[in-house]
């Protein structure tokens, strides 16, 4: 059976206190054989990680539990694939949200703390404030799987509407946030303005419009593609990929500067870890000056020439932003073109 929920056309479906008593807790948790939660508490007191937590999450399922959300490394869904690196806009990749009563408390604890050690704290508000406009708030609309055995390969991938995330310990090889991620709101309705209202992504399109504005009129025309690629068109061309818009190695160094400054701030809502690994996987490519940029006419919302759809693409590294009717962003990172899409 499968697990998967789709909706094709994207239709709406005080953490403080507990982490200070978290910290506090930590240091008495191995003494009194403590529960998951509390080795969770020691972990964080002692710099532990999202993956550190996902295993203490995963040696509290019971065998109920993991029959219904946990699978094999390499499991084939009978219609969606390798179910591990899937990619959608609005999916659940298990039927039990995460906010129901499929989790003990201490269980849900330990999910929303992996969540939140994925994005970096300067970015928690905003996510939040993402899953209340698309999904009624965090725990209503996200469920969790869990891939392989902590200890050796070993993969937590959360999803919902407008989210994939994932957390590995660098189990998957060759690419960045473990496998291909997806990212959107629709924060004011479902066909935004021009302007994006409250949108808390569209900073990163403001950050690329600067460098189109920077663009002279012979780059302009380099740089203006008419049709947009579809939704989910996220794979890799490889070094002898022809990609769309302008070559960032066509551009003077101040317009260089520019899109390091956009890629600095698509990589920015993540934890340190994972934007240090997209880094370095594109540097394996050949960096920035491998990529090219594209902005797109068609999805221009409001005719206002800030283009509201644009694509920074190399041989392994495609980060397509696509804000019309809202934002939906599509990300798929690796050291290595080779590797596979699923979506």
């Given at each position: 059976?499968?697990?998967?929920?789709?909706?094709?056309?994207?239709?709406?479906?005080?953490?403080?206190?507990?982490?200070?008593?978290?910290?506090?807790?930590?240091?008495?948790?191995?003494?009194?054989?403590a529960s998951p939660l509390l080795l969770h508490a020691a972990d964080n007191a002692s710099g532990?990680?999202?993956?550190?937590?996902?295993?203490?999450?995963?040696?509290?399922?019971?065998?109920?539990?993991?029959?219904?959300?946990?699978?094999?490394?390499?499991?084939?869904?009978?219609?969606?694939?390798?179910?591990?690196?899937?990619?959608?806009?609005?999916?659940?990749?298990?039927?039990?949200?995460?906010?129901?009563?499929?989790?003990?408390?201490?269980?849900?604890?330990?999910?929303?703390?992996?969540?939140?050690?994925?994005?970096?704290?300067?970015?928690?508000?905003?996510?939040?404030?993402?899953?209340?406009?698309?999904?009624?708030?965090?725990?209503?609309?996200?469920?969790?799987?869990?891939?392989?055995?902590?200890?050796?390969?070993?993969?937590?991938?959360?999803?919902?509407?407008?989210?994939?995330?994932?957390?590995?310990?660098?189990?998957?090889?060759?690419?960045?946030?473990?496998?291909?991620?997806?990212?959107?709101?629709?924060?004011?309705?479902?066909?935004?303005?021009?302007?994006?209202?409250?949108?808390?992504?569209?900073?990163?399109?403001?950050?690329?419009?600067?460098?189109?504005?920077?663009?002279?009129?012979?780059?302009?025309?380099?740089?203006?593609?008419?049709?947009?690629?579809?939704?989910?068109?996220?794979?890799?061309?490889?070094?002898?990929?022809?990609?769309?818009?302008?070559?960032?190695?066509?551009?003077?160094?101040?317009?260089?500067?520019?899109?390091?400054?956009?890629?600095?701030?698509?990589?920015?809502?993540?934890?340190?870890?994972?934007?240090?690994?997209?880094?370095?996987?594109?540097?394996?490519?050949?960096?920035?000056?491998?990529?090219?940029?594209?902005?797109?006419?068609?999805?221009?919302?409001?005719?206002?020439?800030?283009?509201?759809?644009?694509?920074?693409?190399?041989?392994?590294?495609?980060?397509?932003?696509?804000?019309?009717?809202?934002?939906?962003?599509?990300?798929?990172?690796?050291?290595?073109?080779?590797?596979?899409?699923?979506?």
């Amino acid at each position: 059976m499968s697990h998967i929920r789709i909706c094709r056309d994207c239709e709406p479906s005080s953490e403080v206190s507990r982490r200070a008593f978290l910290k506090s807790a930590g240091a008495a948790a191995v003494a009194v054989g403590a529960s998951p939660l509390l080795l969770h508490a020691a972990d964080n007191a002692s710099g532990g990680s999202a993956e550190s937590v996902a295993k203490h999450l995963y040696e509290s399922l019971s065998p109920k539990q993991k029959e219904k959300i946990c699978f094999a490394w390499d499991y084939m869904d009978p219609e969606r694939g390798l179910l591990r690196t899937r990619i959608a806009n609005n999916w659940q990749i298990t039927e039990e949200n995460i906010g129901g009563d499929f989790y003990t408390k201490d269980q849900q604890a330990m999910i929303r703390d992996i969540f939140e050690e994925i994005i970096q704290p300067d970015w928690h508000e905003r996510i939040y404030k993402q899953l209340e406009d698309d999904a009624g708030g965090y725990g209503e609309d996200q469920s969790i799987a869990m891939f392989g055995t902590p200890g050796e390969k070993f993969e937590f991938v959360m999803t919902g509407r407008h989210m994939t995330l994932r957390a590995d310990g660098n189990s998957a090889e060759h690419v960045a946030f473990g496998g291909p991620i997806f990212y959107g709101h629709a924060a004011d309705s479902f066909n935004e303005g021009p302007t994006h209202p409250g949108n808390v992504f569209w900073p990163q399109a403001v950050a690329a419009n600067k460098v189109y504005d920077m663009l002279d009129g012979k780059q302009r025309e380099k740089a203006l593609v008419s049709k947009l690629p579809r939704e989910q068109d996220a794979g890799f061309q490889g070094a002898e990929g022809k990609f769309p818009g302008i070559p960032v190695s066509d551009m003077s160094g101040d317009q260089q500067s520019l899109v390091r400054e956009v890629l600095q701030k698509l990589v920015e809502p993540y934890r340190r870890t994972d934007r240090e690994e997209a880094l370095a996987c594109l540097k394996a490519q050949g960096g920035l000056e491998k990529c090219s940029l594209a902005f797109y006419s068609d999805g221009d919302i409001g005719n206002d020439k800030v283009w509201d759809c644009w694509r920074l693409e190399g041989p392994s590294f495609v980060w397509y932003f696509r804000g019309s009717p809202h934002v939906h962003v599509w990300v798929n990172v690796a050291d290595d073109a080779s590797v596979k899409l699923n979506s």
